[in-house]
């Protein structure tokens, strides 16, 4: 690789994090949720460094096949279960569980009966109206899963709406709404997300399933990871490419939107949205240049973002860039972009070189 954009991976700080969970839910059992390429961090990676996990949690097969095909064979789930009964052998022959939450995946189970064991989450709908059943229908759905050969019950799940709103009341409705469902059931029981780990512990139930946690982030909008006691997993970093004067009054970048208040220094970074970093942060968005903050100015292009360097005149190219990571909370980069901290880490695109720190 020539251009110097990498994100560095901490392998060290998954697996601290993942002892976090386990320290805020104790005695429970830990689906670690590495769907969307493990938040942008890389799924085969990830799921090595967090292979103390009971399970992986996934979106759908293509991404369970990926670390089949790694030689990875750990418990998985499909969040979003199956999305046709071609699927059945492949479950079946890597023993990876689907998450059932339509009436119309029950009906292909009845329809196509699965030739080996499938085993199978039933999801319930307690509120947040995406996906699952309607609390009323689930003894019905458990009556007519049981009688399907082959196919083996691990579970109920229920997703939350607002976990992150401490003080949302809709929190423990869904939690109440969800124990009724399921109260004459003895499977095992899951319904927090990393949120809920955090801030609902009579939601952790039997089975926690952090997610954006695991990575060392918040999903809460006024707090950093660093205050649950996580620390950051990726670190996305580049180098001034460039470094040049300017006169008051002139222009930086597409649509010469920013005008330099006086003579002064602006620095070009190699980074851009053709990278993930978000097109819509704003001016002032902060970056670490030497280790120091100083503020993007203008508009983001796809390979390159300016930013003022009138507190570091004597910076030089080749000098690193922090974009997020580390000192510089991903949380407050996505409150910039007007964004959350998920989709600045799944949006990390290919170009980037990722490398691990063990
Ligand atoms: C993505 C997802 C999670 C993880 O959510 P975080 O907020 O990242 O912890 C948990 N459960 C389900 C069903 C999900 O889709």
Known sequence: MTRPAQAILDLSALAHNLERVRALAPGRRLMAVIKANAYGHGLIRV?????????????????????????????????????????????????????????????????????????????????????????ERVAAAYQRLKAIPGVKLQGFMTHLASADERDNPVTMQQVECFGRATAAYLEPRSIANSAAILAWPQSHADWVRPGLMLYGVSPFADQTGTAHGLRPAMSLQSRLMAVNRFTQGERVGYGGEWRCPEDMTVGVVAIGYGDGYPRHARTGTPVLVNGRRVPLIGRVSMDMICVDLRSQPQAQIGDPALLWGGELPVEEVAQYAGTIPYELLCRVTSRVQVLSSP
């Not at 979003?80 to 569980?97: H, M, N, Q, T, W």
């Not at 189970?109 to 309607?134: F, N, Q, Y």
Request: glycine residues 6%.
């Open 47 to 135: 799921a090595g460094a967090l292979r103390a996990s009971e399970a992986y949690a996934l979106a759908c097969l293509d991404e369970a096949l990926v670390l089949h095909e790694a030689g990875i064979s750990h418990p998985m789930v499909l969040l979003e279960g199956f999305f046709s009964s071609r699927e059945f052998p492949i479950l079946s022959k890597y023993d990876v569980a689907a998450v059932i939450h339509h009436d119309e995946q029950l009906r292909m189970l009845e329809a196509d009966r699965p030739t080996g064991t499938l085993a199978v989450w039933l999801k319930i709908d307690s509120g947040m109206h995406r996906l699952g059943l309607a609390p």
